[in-house]
Structures are given as C-alpha cells and as structure tokens.
C-alpha cells in the first residue's frame, strides 16, 4: 500500500483532538486518510494508518464507527476499518489487519523477535522427557505420533524435528500480527501471540507466546478466564470459561473449558476437556473428559470416554515419573476408575475399578476390566455386543465438527473392524486357546498377565471374536463382489486379487488413522533418504496412505482369507463364496441381535426406578414411558432392526446375481 505524510491541517486536527506524537514524520497514512475518527490517542515510533469507514453492529443492537480512541499505538500498521478503543497501557509492534475490533485490553505486543509458539516443545507421555513433540500450527495427529513413538527411529525423529525448527525459524519476526477481522474485547495482557483472521478473544486474562491459526471459515475462540502460555491453537477451537494451558497444542475444533487445566499435552481434532485435569498427555482425536476430579495423565489416548474420577499414576516415587500408559482407541473408563501405568488398555475396551497390576489387554480388544476386592477380572470380547460400543463408532462422523472447507490436519478413520482389530481378534483367539491349554480345559479360572478370566468368559469371548471377523472378512469379501454380473469361478478369482501392493502384516493405529507397518516404515524411509524433504510432503503422503486405506484392507484380507475361510483365495469358487455369504449374514444377525437385546435392558422395569414423582408402579411406568419413549419405537433398536434388513438385502442379492 502506498502512504503519505501527514498534512500541517492533518496534525492540527489530530492535536486538537488530543493525539499526540514526539515526531509526527514517522506517521504515514492512507491517501484517502481522515483524522475525524482519532481521538486521545498517544503514537510512538513508526505507524501506518489507513482508513475508518465502517460501522460495527455489536450484541444488542448497538452500533459503533471505526476509529481510534483513548490509546497508544508504538510501532503499529493498522489496517482498513479497524475500531481500537480504550487501551489503559499500549499496543507495540503489531500489524492489525482489516476490520479488527479491539476494546478495553491492557496491553497487545510483540518484544523482540519471537516464534509465537512454534516449534514449542511439548513434552508428552514421560514427564521427564525423551518424547517431545514441538508443536506448529499445521501439526497432525499421525506426524506427532510418529515423533512420541518412532523413537527407535532416531534419525527419522530428527530430520523432521529438524524441518519443525526450520519452520519456526521461518515464523521469528519481530513483529505480531492482528488478522482480518478478529475481535478482541476485555483482555488486560496479551505477549507475543500470532492472532489469526476471525479469532474472537474476549475477556481471557493473559496469552503468552502463542499462534491462534483461526480462518473465516473456522474461527477460534478464546473466552473468559484463559490462561494460556506456549500454545498453538488451530483452526476452529474454543477454549473459555477458565481454561489453563501451558506448553500444549490445541488441534481443530478442539473444546477446552470449564476451568480445565492442561500442561505438556497434545490435543487432536475434536477433543472435548472440561472441569479436569491433563497432564503429558497424547490426546488423539475424539478424547473427552468431562468431569471434575478427572486427571489424564502420561497416556496416549484416541475416541476415549473418560468417567468422573478417571485417574491413572505414573510416579513410583523411586526415579521419578517416568511410566506412560496406552489406552488404545473406543476405551472407555467408569467412574473412579484407576490404572496403574505401565499398562495397555486393549481397543474399545471398558475399564471399571482400580488397577495396579499393570494389564496389558492389546491383545483382546472389545474386553471389560473388573476390579472386584482388588483382583482385575478380564471379559474378553463382550464389548462387541455392548449397544455403547456401536452407538459410539456411529457417532463420532457425525461430531466432526471440523469445517469441509478447511484443510483438515488430521486423517481419521472411523471404522470399528478393521485390519488392525482384526488381527488383534485372531492372535487374541490364539491366545485364549494357549491359555485354556495351558491351565486345562477343566479348570474355572485362567490367570494372565495379572488378570483372572473365568472360563465361561473365555469361551463366550472367543466365540464373540469368531463372529465378530465373520462379519469383517465377509463385509471386505462382499464389498469387493458387489458388482460381479454372471460369475466364474475365474471370474471370481480375477475379482478378489490384491490391487494394491501394500498392506500385509502388522497394521498401526496412528492416533486415528490405520496403515500397514510396512507403509509407515517405508515412509519413515523416504524421511530419512530425502524422497520426503518437507513437512507439506510427509503430510501429503499420509494422507494418501489414508486415502488408499480399503485397497490396502483388502490385501490384508487376501493375506489373511485362508485363516478365516480354510481355502486359499485363489481357490475360491462360486459355491464357496455362496457359503461365505449364509456366514456372513448369520455373523451379522447374531451380532445385532445381541445388540437389540442389550438395548432392551434400557427399557427393563429396573431402569425405570427412579422415574416419576408419584413412586406407584403404574404412574411410575407411565412417566418413564413420555421420557425415555417405547423400546419398540426406540431410534438405535429401529436402526438395529434396518441394519439386519439391509445385510440380509445385500445377501440376498448376491444370491441372486450368483444364480441362487
């Protein structure tokens, strides 16, 4: 933009109105300049002015104009249509953007050069360090779970801590930066922080070394009460209402609130905090904690659904707290639940009761853990016919609420069977047969890893995991024939062959998004050889690998079909694949049924205790029944019933289309 000095008419104007200015020739303003709207305001150093024309409609119906008043700018670019009023000490090396709203603050500034919070370290899972990850505002939950858990990777780790550095280096400028159309209102202190376009901060009591990369399309929020230092925040968060947070990065839509404090943590897309505590924690997407006397601390966490009282301890108070936990993705703990880290809480697995004798459960996903008078029962398995676990996986797409128009940051992939807890279900039934060998078909409990599983259980659950692979081997299989017109047996063959070369063996779950171990060693090798010399590369690459995700499931599948079916896949024939179907449907029945039914116990006559001021059983029923609705009626048992409908309809087609 091209400037002018001030005119002798211009500063006598300005004076009269009570500015002031030690050397009115470092003042430059807009051709069009117009001092009507500057009043009481003290400059110093080097300022840039624009011009005042718009008028901002606030909350009520209040209307003010753009300008200038009862402030002191130092070393300042202001941009078009900026409102800045009452300012009790100063606002310093800043560049306000357009129609910036800035009232009642203490002070706005920028002292020295600055990364504004890039590149922050942030020491997640051990307390005393070794797995930090610095913090930018484009950070994804898959490259920081790389950076925490690749540590056998020393110079895969490096290299990319490496570009981070370059970048934040990239970031130091002397100078902080107010984006279009941000709004800050009723904020004494705010030191080197990087405000993005459209961020609102309103009423926040101090903001320390920080980037807020807010957009248009997916403003930030920073309320009341936050103290924030060393933070980056990305696009579409909100933390208000007390928030505490030092040394975290805060993913998209994130929601921090309700005097929620957070120290050493990472949170990923769509994290819910409120009333508790964090603590070096790896928050991956969909972590919530919603309840005082809740503390997360040392774990790694995806799709969690954290009760009241949620604690865990990584001190042994001998070499200090150097113990991290892993609650694989869909746990869930109870309230006053306890866990005694090290330990690893198995995928969409529910925890009730304390627990000192550090389980590992990764095996045998979709299990309970019991504390009943201090010994830990495992029921591996049940959580596959449990209501809540298919409620949840249903639910969280439909809470993203990260905007379609920003680039979203983290690769998330919902599905609740999948090669990773597929593979799981096939060693844990391995592992549930060696036990039972081990210790005698005849005896009533089995001991393992600290844990007691009473046979019932043990049988029940391997028969919950059979099933459960019935319908994901039979889901990839029926998927891949869906269009398959008159079929061969060669037809067939020609069919199911592998199109993509990648996804055999051992997959991972990186904080939220699956990929064979294969991939994310190749690509930790193109990191290390310079085939990947960038951060927007290494993004870039994941995200394909996410986007190739049900191609590389169906090799695995392939690698695997002769464990499931007892014939190799290139030996599949029409009458097997019939066969496969009448599993497959059977599977999917038996597992909705199961569901509908555990459904009902919402509906039971001891759910509706509590219900109804008058305690007669008739009233009482009656009042549960205008709240809670009738079981028949339900939407989760009506969805149940249209699953069953639809599955039987798939097969039933493939039947026809194969001459049945």
């Known amino acids: 933009m091209q400037y002018r000095s001030l005119s002798a008419g211009e500063v006598t104007a300005l004076e009269a109105a009570g500015c002031s200015c030690e050397d009115w020739s470092r003042v430059l303003v807009h051709p069009d300049f117009s001092p009507a709207p500057l009043h009481n305001v003290r400059f110093s150093g080097d300022i840039r002015l624009s011009t005042f024309n718009r008028r901002f409609a606030l909350p009520g119906g209040l209307e003010v104009s753009a300008g200038i008043s009862d402030a002191t700018l130092h070393n300042c670019t202001v941009g078009a249509d900026v409102y800045i009023r009452r300012v009790s000490n100063y606002i310093a090396n800043c560049d306000i953007e357009e129609d910036v709203f800035i009232e009642n603050v203490g002070y706005i500034l920028a002292t020295g050069?600055?990364?504004?919070?890039?590149?922050?370290?942030?020491?997640?899972?051990?307390?005393?360090?070794?797995?930090?990850?610095?913090?930018?505002?484009?950070?994804?939950?898959?490259?920081?779970?790389?950076?925490a858990m690749y540590r056998h990777r020393p110079e895969f780790v490096n290299t990319v801590r490496g570009m981070i550095k370059a970048h934040a280096e990239n970031c130091r400028t002397p100078r902080a930066t107010i984006g279009k159309g941000a709004r800050i209102v009723n904020t004494p202190e705010i030191r080197n922080v990087r405000i993005g376009a459209h961020a609102s901060i309103e009423g926040a009591s101090r903001l320390n070394d920080g980037t807020i990369a807010a957009s248009e399309v997916a403003p930030v929020r920073i309320g009341s009460g936050v103290i924030a230092d060393h933070f980056v925040v990305a696009s579409g968060a909100c933390i208000e209402d007390g928030a505490v947070v030092l040394n975290?990065?805060?993913?998209?839509?994130?929601?921090?609130?309700?005097?929620?404090?957070?120290?050493?943590?990472?949170?990923?897309?769509?994290?819910?905090?409120?009333?508790?505590?964090?603590?070096?924690?790896?928050?991956?997407?969909?972590?919530?904690?919603?309840?005082?006397?809740?503390?997360?601390?040392?774990?790694?966490?995806?799709?969690?659904?954290?009760?009241?009282?949620?604690?865990?301890?990584?001190?042994?108070?001998?070499?200090?707290?150097?113990?991290?936990?892993?609650?694989?993705?869909?746990?869930k703990t109870t309230s006053d639940s306890y866990i005694l880290w090290p330990a690893r809480i198995g995928a969409f697995s529910l925890v009730m009761g304390r627990h000192v004798n550090h389980p590992d459960t990764s095996l045998l996903p979709f299990s309970?853990?019991?504390?009943?008078?201090?010994?830990?029962?495992?029921?591996?398995?049940?959580?596959?016919?449990?209501?809540?676990?298919?409620?949840?996986?249903?639910?969280?797409?439909?809470?993203?609420?990260?905007?379609?128009?920003?680039?979203?940051?983290?690769?998330?992939?919902?599905?609740?069977?999948?090669?990773?807890?597929?593979?799981?279900?096939l060693l844990g039934i391995d592992l549930l047969n060696t036990i039972e060998c081990t210790e005698g078909v005849s005896s009533d409990h089995f001991s393992y890893c600290g844990m007691t599983i009473e046979a019932r259980a043990l049988r029940k659950g391997r028969d919950y995991y059979r099933i459960a692979l019935d319908k994901f081997f039979g889901n990839s299989l029926l998927t891949r024939l869906k269009d398959l017109e008159n079929p061969t047996d060669e037809k067939i063959r020609e069919k199911l062959?592998?199109?993509?070369?990648?996804?055999?063996?051992?997959?991972?779950?990186?904080?939220?998004?699956?990929?064979?171990?294969?991939?994310?060693?190749?690509?930790?090798?193109?990191?290390?050889?310079?085939?990947?010399?960038?951060?927007?590369?290494?993004?870039?690459?994941?995200?394909?690998?996410?986007?190739?995700?049900?191609?590389?499931?169906?090799?695995?599948?392939?690698?695997?079909?002769?464990?499931?079916?007892?014939?190799?896949?290139?030996?599949?024939?029409?009458?097997?694949?019939?066969?496969?179907?009448?599993?497959?449907?059977n599977s999917v029945i038996t597992l909705d049924k199961m569901l509908h039914e555990d459904a009902r116990k919402e509906f039971s006559l001891s759910s509706s205790t509590g219900f109804g001021a008058d305690c007669r059983h008739e009233t009482r029923a009656e009042d549960f029944r205008q709240v809670r609705g009738e079981f028949e009626k339900d939407g989760f048992v009506c969805m149940v019933r249209k699953h069953i409908e639809s599955k039987s309809a798939i097969a039933t087609d493939l039947r026809r289309r194969f001459g049945k």
């Not at 449990?386 to 983290?410: F, I, M, N, Y």
Request: aromatic share 10%; net charge negative.
């Open 497 to 585: 062959r592998p199109t993509h070369a990648a996804g055999k063996g051992q997959w991972l779950d990186l904080a939220g998004m699956f990929a064979p171990q294969t991939e994310v060693d190749r690509l930790c090798d193109e990191v290390e050889n310079g085939t990947l010399s960038s951060l927007e590369a290494i993004e870039e690459r994941i995200h394909s690998l996410a986007a190739d995700y049900y191609d590389m499931e169906w090799t695995w599948v392939s690698e695997n079909f002769e464990a499931w079916a007892g014939k190799d896949i290139s030996e599949v024939t029409v009458e097997d694949v019939l066969a496969l179907t009448d599993r497959w449907e």
């Open 113 to 147: 050069d600055s990364t504004f919070g890039i590149g922050t370290d942030v020491s997640v899972l051990n307390e005393t360090g070794g797995r930090e990850v610095p913090a930018y505002e484009r950070l994804s939950a898959q490259i920081a779970w790389l950076l």
């Open 368 to 425: 309970y853990l019991i504390e009943n008078r201090g010994t830990t029962f495992l029921v591996p398995g049940v959580n596959l016919k449990s209501v809540g676990t298919v409620r949840d996986a249903q639910k969280w797409p439909k809470r993203d609420k990260r905007h379609p128009d920003e680039k979203r940051l983290d690769a998330i992939n919902f599905n609740l069977l999948s090669p990773y807890t597929a593979r799981k279900m």
């Open 248 to 331: 975290c990065f805060i993913g998209q839509a994130c929601h921090l609130t309700h005097l929620f404090s957070a120290h050493d943590s990472l949170f990923f897309a769509n994290c819910a905090c409120e009333n508790g505590e964090a603590c070096a924690i790896f928050a991956g997407p969909y972590t919530v904690t919603m309840h005082k006397s809740s503390l997360l601390i040392a774990g790694l966490f995806s799709f969690l659904n954290a009760g009241s009282g949620s604690n865990q301890s990584n001190h042994m108070y001998k070499l200090g707290p150097l113990h991290q936990g892993v609650a694989e993705r869909g746990s």
